[in-house]
């Protein structure tokens, strides 16, 4: 083997290797070589190999052996972990009106939480960016770090966006479409940027950290300002070719319907965001009587009519559009998440039932429909666990390119 011409094949081969053998130690906390053996089907030659590159590279390090739990017998198996301190990371969650950063190490522990306001809006590329890089510069001081310490910054916004390529289609945070904004960035930070739908980092953040059974096909809903989705299949992410798959906020469910903020019409967006029902409360009642969903919420539980029908459609409109959900991909878990959710009306007992109503009947279990209680922090650890993944393929790559 050793002797055998270098094809680029064999470097992907080897370099996935690297890659599995990093994942199965980070999805362990701590293990053993000859048990990395066993996860990944990888011989147990390879992995010793392996596992002498990652630590040469300093992204991973030996566990001085636990005698107490080692073997009883002979010498106590040693562990590996990734090293900690090999890089630091940062994760940012966009929403409409804040920035939230989260600093970590590498193994994805907590340094920094910092959160700035955003005015709101769609913001100009530029406004957006010295935004990101104010959030950035205060949440390293906040932990007495430098900017140039950061390794990796991963972006999570609302929007469609071809992550490989960090390119954002469109985004309610950004007044222009079609823009490659990892170059923009790149104007402003000269570490690694990676952007990202965030559900998508909602969903990634569920099954790195998620609490409880650990599900492998699940679909993560966000209610925000707009409706976003993050699908998983077999542990993955699905994206879609074009690497903008499921905007669930604009699939149709009226034809000639109510406008939506993609500029198209009858989006299931248009019915259940928050500017949507805004919209049609004050269109309705003539004057701006709410400004925001909290004071809708307050008006339908002091009994007024116009606010009961305005959220109880909504409810009906979200529950047809899970139940289409459901007849798609057929998840185990349905993980609603979002600002929005607070208040109730999209994840009441009656959207569920009026979902499961609608879900073609078969005698095998409807899938759990479960409320998350994250705040932007979880979020934004989401992000930091892509940034975290992204950088370990960027090192890998290199360790690969240096041993050939
Ligand atoms: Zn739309």
Redesign the pocket.
Known sequence: MAKSVKLSHSDELRESSRQQVFDAIREAGQIARIDIAQVTRISPATVTAITADLIAAGLIEEVSPDISRGAKRGRPRVALKIRGDAHTIAGMKLSHHAITTLITDFEGAELVCHEIPLPGGQLDPDALCEKIVTALDESCAQGGLERRQISGLAIGMAGVMDADRNFVYWSSSLNVRNIDFGSYLARYLSMPVFIDNDANLVAKAELLFGEGDKRSNFVVVTVEHGVGMGIVIDNQIYRGARGCGAEF??TKVQLEGAL?????RG?L??YVGDYALLREANVTSGVERHKDLASLYAAREAGDIMAQSTLDRAGRMFAMGLANVVNIFDPQMILLAGAQLAFGYLSSDKVVHEMRRSVLQVDGPLPEVRVHGWGNKMWAKGAAAHAIEEISALRIREVSGHAV
Request: glycine share 20%; with cysteine; charged share 10%.
């Open positions: 906020g604009h939506c903020q993609c500029g198209q989006c967006e248009a």
